[in-house]
């Protein structure tokens, strides 16, 4: 185990509390212990802009679109 993982929950927390949300959160990949320290941290920084999420969203649409091509389409429902 490395030697920042050894460091107690609330101190991880209180580091994990200077990063934007959306990167606290991406440090639960990292291994089994920090999957929920994300969860813990007491601030909450949230960009409500959401524009890289609204893009990569509307890149899936069209994406999926594009691949049914001429196929007709039955039903389509979208709901953001």
Known sequence: MDRISN???EL???????????NAA???V??????NLWKLVPNLDI????KEIRQSFIDFVDRVLAMQGDSPIN??????
């Open 7 to 9: 460091l107690p929950d």
């Open 12 to 22: 991880l927390c209180h580091v994990l509390s200077f990063l934007p949300t959306k």
């Open 26 to 28: 991406l440090t639960s």
């Open 30 to 35: 990292l291994s089994k212990r920090w999957l």
């Open 47 to 50: 960009d409500d802009s959401l």
């Open 75 to 80: 039903n389509f429902a979208l709901k953001c």
